[in-house]
């Protein structure tokens, strides 16, 4: 087991940002519009790698709630984990709105680890480990925290020219769909890196693809360019049959 460790792995400034954005976090049309039309494409992503009905799934870095839900609707029991106490509230909120079934957590992904090791079949981090301190913590947490045998899936921004460009320059100061300063280049993740990271932690990677984003027709969709956005699949080795 883990233990949680002693300086919280959390950016005030990242939860300040994210936390202005809770109440217009279920609105389409809002600051997390691109999120809105990425999540049918993550959503397939996960399911097709580990179907979720019946399945108990951990969202860490859920917001306010956007694939939680989803996941949900899908049959799983998710839990949903955030450390900005207003996007859980809002996502506690949306619940009454959607009947959803959601076990929303106030927590950092290391102190849950020392508490619920083992007790997920799916865990979901998407759109976070760009902005925590230690990414490689959160990715060990969430290895802890699932069974042998379950999948991580994680999607974050390579650190290149192309996702400098199109994810800040583009996305923040020209067309203007998400916050300036919602991004740091410097904290990008190159699938190298991760792909150490998950090793690490004693994940096995089986797969990283691409996640393309069409603000105009606004879809996403699978693709083997990384070079942006990409997502990635891990799996927990099993556990070995007793001799």
Sequence with gaps: MNAAPDKPNVSQA????FAKLAHRWWDPDGPQRPLHELNPTRLAYVNE???L?????LDVGCGAGL???AMAAEGAQVTGLDLAPDLIEIARLHLY???RQVEYVLSSVEDLAAERAGSYDVVTCMEMLEHVPDPSSVIRACATLLKPGGRLFVSTL???PAAFALAIVGAEYIARLLPKGTHHYRQFIRPSELAAWL???GLELEDVSGLVYDPIRRKAWISRHT????????RKPAEPDPA
């Design 199 to 201: 090793r690490e932690a």
């Design 53 to 57: 009905a019946g399945r108990r799934v």
């Design 67 to 69: 694939l939680s839900e």
């Design 97 to 99: 709105e959607s009947g």
């Design 227 to 234: 070079g942006v956005n990409y997502l990635a699949c891990a």
């Design 158 to 160: 390579d650190r290149t």
């Design 14 to 17: 990242e939860l300040a940002k």
């Design 49 to 51: 790698r580990m179907p």
